[in-house]
């Protein structure tokens, strides 16, 4: 597609004809599933989300019903298109956007044969260890670009060993490993193809071959025809089957093209193609992405806990670090201490989080000397400390309501600046931060991560970043966009950019300085609270 | 007075002839005044009380209105009188139990000059700063007992000479400077004459040879006859003036007797006469005392904050820690967090304080691993840093709010634990807590504080122990008893007694063994906050 970048142009037949074309973006994600159908100028035309369930089966466990999962999503397609009114032959194509991790062994038939571990669920520590002990972490990241610890036992490999290892028979009858991304594929078109992006996250993947790690598989034992072809993101994999099609309400007319890690395709929804800009995607979790120049992947980054995958352009890489409790503690302090916020809120039909968010802009800066740190299931990167935990210090009796949420705030925006720091000593320079999810809605928060991190902090307009993600890589498969770069050119809008104030970003520096004492004098007391929780 | 033990007895003229004599417990606080009229068994006739205002002129400044105080102790008085419906000359005598630190200038004909600074008052830290240089805090606290630091100016002495560089017409024109004790004793018979256990806390009061100091009068070029008359607690002064007698309701035929220090009063309405219990008094403040077996002065202990005053008995030391910030962080949590609680608590017209033990009743033994320290205006005794600021340490999206209040009472008892341990370490074997104030009315947190400390707890049956340990001494003064020992064996009655739990002192031991690690890898960074809150 030559797309005219001048609106006038409209009337042109061409572009007319373009009009009546669209792209659907699926993303599906660990507790609900999104599909969002987009003009190629990136307006959403319809939009409809399903939730379904995370299965708590015993402590510890994480899980997902495989059916339950792909009923959602066919459902949730229908109603996309029915709500935006539209002929399903106007969807040129699909593509998806995945949580990563979780996978489903399927029989000869492609049916599922267990539930859908997700990354959450601990069950394969043992397993993890064993290759941490055996293999080596730094070389599993040196292949894989996956940081390896025992105490976060996130990869499909060593969970696919804990199914041979504890349920025989479900392994003895598995045909295939799939991640969701090519078992959604399959579903569609009958092709189990993946993306390399995704396939990054099963620690079998070697990034820099973009093939199947022979030394891994040989090593665990595992038969490479086990897993499903990889693809670069954005290759067409065919088109709908009939079935699939009566099932979604899709056109066999309609392109499946190879989608991507969630992370990836919300990068690229928030426009980011290559190394300066970062992606800050606050929502319960916290994500940091940057493209990185090179391939680099350094002892420091993986100590660090930073992961490197393919992006979804291919020969690019994505760094992402993340904060595994980030808007989820605002939803902690909601739900345990805000009744009186909460009730206010119904009462004048307000946002009980834009009503948090103006009680902490009440607080002086700095929040009278009050720290947070919000490590409430241990740190993410760089300090990635499973033992961590949550702290408040530096309390008087001058500390209110205010200065404790503009506190946690701030806490959780020196984690930024902290990833930001780090991936810049790791070599990429970072320009600007685009915000997206839920966090980017708080021009307050938006602010304070500007002078806290010194970075201009963009908030794209968009709403579902992944799902646009993916909906523009299946208009690079269907050949609507050159390539991302020219589906940008279109597609990527700001909505609104929070310069640095240099008088706060002067004060913050200071702040900071002191913030970054905090932890390391914490890390053996974090030990004894990890030792005393095993004991009680 | 030899008191029947058998309550058979009252029929016995003798007695029935003590039945209408009673003692007046005058209690001279830092925001107001109670008058109570006790009967020689320690029963409450009338109670009265009276408050008056706080002022802070400037910032650091802490002033009471003299004037305004001594009206408010003549009504208070007046008022307990006419509620309890007797004739004033049936009150034998009375005592006075008082704040410490706070002083009065006044001219020759007893008139106050100036405001009466109270112990929070931090004006004089640089005169408090000149002695620690040029005189030695460990001298001071070799002659006095008291240790000092400028962080903390609380006494008496440098505020005199803060006067004398800052208002020198005041202290031209000042005959002599008064405690609350002697100030009161002054107004109701025309006599300053203060107790060793008040004399205690000015700075300038030799405790060894119970008189003012030559050596630290002559080094301040401050002449002794500014300074009033020293008695032992319970001696008599003299009996009502005419026109005291007019203005307060009282007889021209009640004795006025010395009294003493609040806290030193407050143990022994609690019934303590010798080494072995120790007053656990929580309220704002929380306040440790034990007699101590001999005087003791040592380095640790001074360094730790300990003061070793005068007892109200002769020849007695009473060692006493602190912790500044105890109920009243509880009244933070009420005021800050616990909206719901106050209206739920409102609704039920129970008491919130109730309803918040009732919650952390809730959570399990050791909030789940939260810690919590007090520190929330600098930490007491024995860590003693005015640095320290508070802290909660282990915080996860498994906490609530029952956890963070368990996790607040438990760390407030850590800390009487500390206490107890240090006390103990300076010699002095605790064999029970006499909990009295607010925070022994929670039977919950009574407990803990037995499980945590490993000691009983027991709480008297008196709601105001100072006022009722200044009655004793103005029985004593009086000769209604022999000695302190006599009249507690009548006055003196156990409400309840905590025992503490095998089970749970096991589990609270390792609790406070991580407990006790968490203090010495913050001190640097209270540091830090603390040269972070000078620069803003």
Redesign the interface.
């Known amino acids: 597609m030559k797309k005219k970048e001048n609106s006038q142009h409209r009337s042109d037949p061409h572009v007319g004809e373009m009009k009546n074309m669209y792209l659907l973006g699926l993303d599906v994600g660990t507790t609900g599933c999104k599909s969002v159908i987009f003009t190629p100028d990136g307006e959403v035309i319809s939009s409809a989300y399903g939730e379904y369930r995370l299965y708590h089966r015993r402590p510890g466990w994480s899980e997902l019903d495989p059916k339950e999962v792909w009923n959602t999503t066919k459902e949730t397609i229908r109603r996309s298109i029915n709500k935006g009114k539209i002929d399903p032959k106007q969807i040129s194509a699909l593509s998806t956007s995945v949580l990563g991790d979780a996978f489903i062994p399927v029989d000869d038939a492609g049916n599922p044969l267990y539930w859908s571990m997700t990354t959450v669920d601990a069950r394969a520590a043992e397993q993890t260890r064993w290759w941490e002990e055996n293999f080596g972490a730094d070389r599993i990241y040196r292949i894989t670009g996956q940081p390896l610890t025992s105490s976060m036992p996130i990869y499909p490999l060593p969970k696919i060993q804990w199914l041979r290892e504890h349920e025989s028979e479900v392994y003895r009858k598995t045909a295939m490993f799939l991640c969701w991304e090519d078992y959604v594929n399959m579903k569609l078109c009958g092709k189990p193809v993946i993306d390399f992006s995704v396939a990054s996250r099963t620690m079998m993947f070697d990034i820099a071959k973009k093939e199947w790690s022979r030394e891994i598989l040989e090593t665990a034992e595992l038969d490479e025809n086990l897993l499903p072809e990889t693809q670069p993101a954005g290759t067409v994999i065919g088109q709908l089957d009939s079935d699939a099609a009566k099932e979604t309400g899709l056109s066999e007319e309609t392109f499946v093209v190879t989608g991507g890690h969630d992370q990836a395709c919300g990068a690229l929804g928030a426009g980011i193609v290559e190394s300066g800009p970062a992606m800050d995607a606050t929502g319960t979790v916290e994500c940091i992405g940057v493209i990185l120049k090179t391939l680099s992947l350094t002892e420091r980054a993986r100590l660090q806990g930073f992961a490197v995958h393919h992006y979804v352009i291919e020969d690019r890489y994505f760094l992402f670090g993340f904060n595994p409790?980030s808007g989820?503690?605002l939803r902690?302090f909601r739900?345990?201490?805000a009744?009186?916020e909460r009730e206010e809120a119904k009462k004048k039909n307000i946002d009980v989080y834009d009503l948090l968010m103006s009680l902490a802009a009440e607080s002086p800066l700095?929040a009278k000397?009050l720290?947070f740190l919000p490590y409430?299931?241990g740190s993410g990167t760089p300090t990635f400390n499973r033992k961590a935990?949550?702290?408040?210090?530096?309390?008087?009796?001058a500390?209110?309501?205010n200065e404790?949420l503009r506190s946690m705030l701030e806490g959780l925006s020196y984690e930024l600046r902290r990833n930001i720091e780090a991936i810049e000593k790791h070599g990429t320079e970072i320009t600007e931060i685009r915000a997206i999810g839920g966090g980017a809605r708080s021009a307050f928060w938006s602010q304070l991560k500007a002078d806290i991190t010194g970075k201009p902090l963009v908030v794209p307009n968009v709403t579902e970043a992944a799902a646009l993600g993916a909906a523009i890589l299946a208009g690079i498969g269907a050949g609507i966009y050159e390539n991302a770069e020219e589906a940008l050119r279109g597609v990527y809008k700001e909505k609104s950019r929070f310069s640095p104030q240099a008088e706060n970003m002067k004060?913050y520096n200071?702040?900071y300085d002191?913030y970054m004492?905090?932890y390391n004098?914490?890390v053996?007391?974090f030990d004894?609270?990890s030792e005393?929780?095993k004991?009680?």
Request: aromatic content about 14%; cysteine-free.
């Open positions: 409790t989820v503690i902690w739900d345990n201490f009744e009186k700095g000397e720290f409430f299931e935990r949550g702290v408040f210090l530096g309390l008087t009796l500390h209110g309501k404790v004060r200071r702040y002191v004492r905090i004098p914490l053996r007391i004894d609270l005393l929780t004991e009680t």
